[in-house]
């Protein structure tokens, strides 16, 4: 086994993409490639589905929606990404969008409208208001901002 495969073998990088080389004075150089898995995860959702594959066939047909193919074979619906309901990919989608750490807890508006710019499917601002109030940290921090109907008055002494 040569020092490439046995790199590769046991740090399990050849399962990432990395590739190394030898140069002739034993100089180690590797590269990899870096492209979103996401965009692969939704191409392998949507093969599943007849819906895409009729959409792409007749863009114009269900509802008058616009829907395209993009250039990796994506069906698209305008510029966005069409998310089918499989496989958890849309929770996901949610769940990264919400939770991220540059982020911080969008409320349900700003997470639409963030998501909105990049995938499409039916009733997303329900699937989003839906996610938002399910929240278990948006729950324990809001404050109510609600005041007490009228002021403490003491409980009767029994004697």
Known sequence: MDRRSLIQEMHGLGDMGVHFEFSRTNA??????????????????????????????????????????????????????????????????????????????????????????????ERLKKYVAEFVAKCLVRQQVKVEHQRPVRLLQPLPVHE
């Not at 589905?49 to 074979?73: C, S, W």
């Not at 499989?86 to 409208?113: F, N, W």
């Open 28 to 121: 180690l150089f590797t590269h990899f490639r870096v492209r979103p898995i996401l965009i692969d995860r939704i191409k392998a959702t949507q093969r599943k589905y007849e819906f895409v594959a009729k959409a792409l066939e007749d863009p114009q047909g269900r509802k008058g929606k616009m829907f395209t193919k993009g250039i990796n074979g994506v069906l698209r619906y305008g510029t966005r990404l069409y998310v089918p309901n499989s496989d958890g990919l849309r929770r996901k989608i949610l769940k990264e969008a919400h939770m991220a750490a540059c982020v911080v807890h969008p409320r349900a508006t700003k997470m639409y409208q963030d998501l909105r710019e990049l995938y499409w499917w």
